[in-house]
């Protein structure tokens, strides 16, 4: 499966952004992390195959939101209110399987990232 990320660009603290993820194929769990300047790789949030469950870090939970459209095979991430410290490469990704955690699996395949830069 290829990942194609995009939808990241520069926004005001306050803003929104919608970050796509169109897969080459059919696709399971997925997942969105990010990246920021000097930090370790983090979780943002998953969602299952048929988009009835989902789970978020606690950093974003009530301002992001995922969803899919599996007739598209591509996975969103919705951010609202928008933080400079939100400021990150965001990846997309597959995951082995859907878990409500934040020590999500390993992913299997991995998006080429697109970067979100929120000013203050």
């Known amino acids: 499966v290829q990942l194609q990320a995009s939808g990241g660009g520069l926004v005001q603290a306050g803003g929104s952004l919608r970050l796509s993820c169109v897969a080459s194929?059919?696709?399971?769990?997925m997942g969105w992390f990010r990246q920021a300047p000097g930090k370790e790789r983090e979780f943002v949030s998953t969602i299952n195959w048929s988009g009835g469950s989902t789970y978020y870090a606690d950093s974003v939970k009530a301002r992001f939101t995922i969803s899919r459209d599996n007739a598209k095979n591509t996975v969103y991430l919705q951010m609202n209110s928008l933080k400079p410290e939100d400021t990150a490469v965001y990846y997309c990704?597959?995951?082995?399987?859907?878990?409500?955690?934040?020590?999500?699996?390993?992913?299997?395949?991995w998006g080429q990232g697109t970067q979100v830069t929120v000013s203050s």
């Open positions: 194929g059919r696709t399971y769990a």
């Open positions: 990704a597959e995951l082995p399987y859907y878990t409500s955690d934040y020590n999500q699996p390993t992913p299997d395949y």
